[in-house]
């Protein structure tokens, strides 16, 4: 089952999206994790869906995070698909494409230009999710970031 997340669900969440966290090198901090969330959803700055367990509604198996940004060029919304994570013990069932296809269906609903994602250099894994799913690297732009 494919759920938006709430404020219920909040401390199972920010167990996994501490998983996701030191997954990219970060230090283990689920308090954080669990402030950035709350954050996130109380006032209403993402989107985030769970893939839950059916027959265990307190199990999230993995989520996917998505913000709302603008092209300025396209004059629409799109979706910043920031974060997608599927807990270990779960890989390799399909989740991570449901949660894809729940993201798509946001797009399509908010009428949004697209979904724009990044993902590491050696994250294979994910690339391999993102472009069986029909999301095509763009070989055209450069990236750049400002460290503040």
């Keep these: 089952m494919i759920k938006q997340a709430t404020l219920n669900e909040l401390d199972k969440l920010a167990e996994l999206f501490d998983k996701y966290r030191v997954f990219y090198g970060k230090t283990t901090d689920i308090e954080e994790s669990r402030t950035f969330l709350r954050e996130r959803i109380k006032n209403e700055e993402s989107i985030i869906y769970l893939a839950m367990k059916d027959d265990e509604v307190d199990t999230i198996m993995g989520f996917v995070q998505l913000y ?70 763009d070989e055209d732009h450069y990236y750049y970031f400002l460290a503040t």
């Design 68 to 137: 709302p940004i603008f092209t300025s060029v396209g004059l629409k919304r799109q979706w910043l698909l920031n974060d997608l994570y599927v807990d270990p013990a779960f890989r390799r069932k399909g989740i991570g494409e449901k949660l894809l296809s729940k993201a798509e269906e946001l797009s399509r609903q908010t009428a949004s230009a697209g979904i724009l994602l990044e993902t590491a250099h050696n994250n294979t894994g994910a690339q391999q999710l993102y472009e069986k799913y029909g999301y095509n690297k």
